[in-house]
């Protein structure tokens, strides 16, 4: 009877081995197929909530990212239209310079005043520099252009902006934000009413000498901002380059703790294999053994 009930306790014995190890080898194979060892949290309840706290990091800092790459297009919209105000200010500067001589007559003015008319308008279209429909002179709001148009009854070139007095800046850390606009009458403001005295003095055939300060002074402000608007610009470079570095990391170790290491699944699922194997042979010896106690 004791020989009896040990033989059975070593067939169960056996057959829970065999399971173990099928069910060992099912999750080896399918770590090797998926090259995932984290598929849900029960595998490593410490390691899925790292896992989450990762995930969470890389979102923010994906959403940063975006945030910025916008930032970095919007300041990129300001550089490009102050280089092109540069340029007027200078051509403007040059026709002051000439009509101011002795040599300047009433028909060389007039029409000198058709082209500085020109410059003004050129002016006032970049004030409503738009980006995604968001204007960049204008506290990216949307909607109606924040610079008033030159044939608007209305028209004033000393208050021809109508926009947001208020700055716009995005997050680009936690407790920390980089300004994107400047209001457009600080920036543009003193350039339009310096064209248009120019444009207004040659109108009546007068010597330009006047404009000419008022000119240089509007270019010194919009240089400024210029300088302005490439350190910020070089701000967001410098946080972009950061927030990719960080996700990179944040990707490595991400892998780490989910990825399979294939060459350690290998290694087991052959070693599950051979064990398999093994137990299999067991069982067999002792399903011959018990056969022979039988006949016995």
């Known amino acids: 009877m004791i020989g009896r009930v040990t033989q059975t306790m070593t067939s169960d014995q056996l057959l829970g081995n065999v399971?173990?190890?099928?069910?060992?080898?099912?999750?080896?194979?399918d770590t090797l197929s998926s090259g995932k060892k984290l598929r849900q949290a029960s595998d490593d309840p410490a390691g899925a909530a790292l896992v989450n706290?990762?995930?969470?990091?890389s979102a923010d800092l994906n959403s940063l990212s975006r945030t910025i790459g916008f930032g970095r297009s919007v300041l990129t919209a300001q550089d490009d239209a102050l280089g092109q105000a540069q340029d007027i200010l200078v051509r403007a500067?040059?026709?002051?310079?000439?009509?101011?001589?002795?040599?300047?007559?009433?028909?060389?003015?007039?029409?000198?005043?058709?082209?500085?008319?020109a410059l003004e308008r050129q002016l006032l279209t970049l004030g409503n520099t738009a980006i995604d429909g968001r204007h960049v002179f204008g506290g990216l709001a949307s909607g109606t252009a924040?610079?008033?148009?030159?044939?608007?009854?209305?028209?004033?070139?000393?208050?021809?902006?109508?926009?947001?007095?208020?700055?716009?800046?995005?997050?680009?850390?936690?407790?920390t934000t980089v300004r994107l606009t400047t209001p457009g009458d600080q920036v543009l403001g003193s350039s339009i009413a310096a064209l248009d005295g120019l444009r207004q003095t040659l109108v009546a055939g007068n010597s330009s000498t006047a404009s000419i300060d008022p000119l240089e002074a509007a270019a010194d402000g919009v240089r400024a901002e210029r300088a302005s608007v490439g350190g910020r610009a070089r701000q967001l470079g410098d946080r972009a380059s950061e927030i990719t570095s960080s996700v990179s990391k944040i990707t490595a170790r991400l892998g780490d703790i989910e990825s399979a290491d294939y060459a350690t699944v290998i290694t087991e699922l052959t070693q599950l294999q051979t064990a398999?194997?093994?137990?299999?042979?067991?069982?067999?010896?002792?399903?011959?053994?018990?056969?022979?106690?039988?006949?016995?």
């Open 93 to 117: 500067k040059e026709i002051a310079s000439q009509q101011a001589g002795g040599l300047a007559t009433a028909t060389t003015r007039q029409q000198a005043a058709e082209e500085v008319e």
């Open 19 to 29: 399971q173990r190890l099928q069910r060992r080898l099912l999750v080896a194979q």
């Open 53 to 57: 706290g990762l995930r969470a990091q």
């Open 276 to 296: 398999l194997q093994a137990t299999l042979s067991a069982g067999q010896t002792l399903q011959t053994s018990i056969l022979d106690y039988l006949n016995l």
């Open 146 to 175: 924040p610079f008033s148009d030159f044939d608007d009854p209305g028209f004033d070139p000393l208050n021809p902006y109508t926009g947001p007095s208020g700055s716009f800046s995005i997050r680009t850390a936690p407790g």
